[in-house]
């Protein structure tokens, strides 16, 4: 209820991904909000359950407002540092992560870094990863930020292979719904 109430007719909304993500907007009523435009947040990820998957959370929303959606093509996280330096020089991924910093409200689904979370289950974190993690203190994911206890996300190892909207980005963004 309370997106239905704050999205008005021209707003700009980012989506990340996620299980609980997709049952809130399964269970938004359906608007026409054409004029609304959604943007995916977070690379793609490449999992056998399609509602979990963040292009899918995305068309999904859009579906619900009757409004276009803008892709993010491309992984969530790369095996290495350069593969992402290269991709956020492609014009494409530039704009859209320019569009990012244009939303008026993002919709994020808020993760657990451990051995059974869904980015372990689903291959976009390994086992390796989330022990370094946790030994630096890391605790959560915000739109697959890793973060500590009190919010802080310096110095994350995986920073640089991570294809996602971060988290200056996030905090500039005037109504941040966390899930």
């Not at 435009?37 to 292009?55: C, E, F, H, P, T």
């Not at 086992?127 to 110095?155: H, Q, S, T, Y």
């Not at 994350?156 to 294809?163: S, T, Y």
């Amino acid at each position: 209820r309370y997106l239905e109430e704050i999205i008005q007719p021209h707003s700009t909304i980012g989506v990340s991904w996620g299980g609980t993500l997709a049952a809130v907007i399964a269970r938004m009523s359906f608007m026409n909000r054409g004029m609304c435009r959604v943007i995916q947040m977070v690379g793609a990820q490449n999992m056998d359950l399609d509602k979990l998957k963040s292009d899918e959370i995305a068309r999904a929303l859009a579906n619900r407002l009757d409004c276009g959606c803008q892709m993010l093509y491309s992984p969530v996280v790369v095996e290495h540092p350069e593969t992402k330096n290269w991709l956020m020089q492609e014009s494409v991924i530039r704009k859209l992560f320019g569009n990012m910093a244009q939303c008026d409200i993002a919709l994020l689904g808020i993760g657990q870094l451990s051995a059974g979370s869904t980015m372990v289950e689903r291959g976009i974190f390994s086992e390796e990863d989330v022990a370094d993690l946790r030994k630096r203190g890391f605790v959560g994911d915000i739109c697959v930020n890793p973060v500590r206890i009190d919010g802080n996300w310096m110095d994350c190892p995986l920073r640089d292979r991570i294809i996602t909207a971060d988290m200056e980005v996030l905090a500039k963004i005037p109504n941040v719904v966390a899930v």
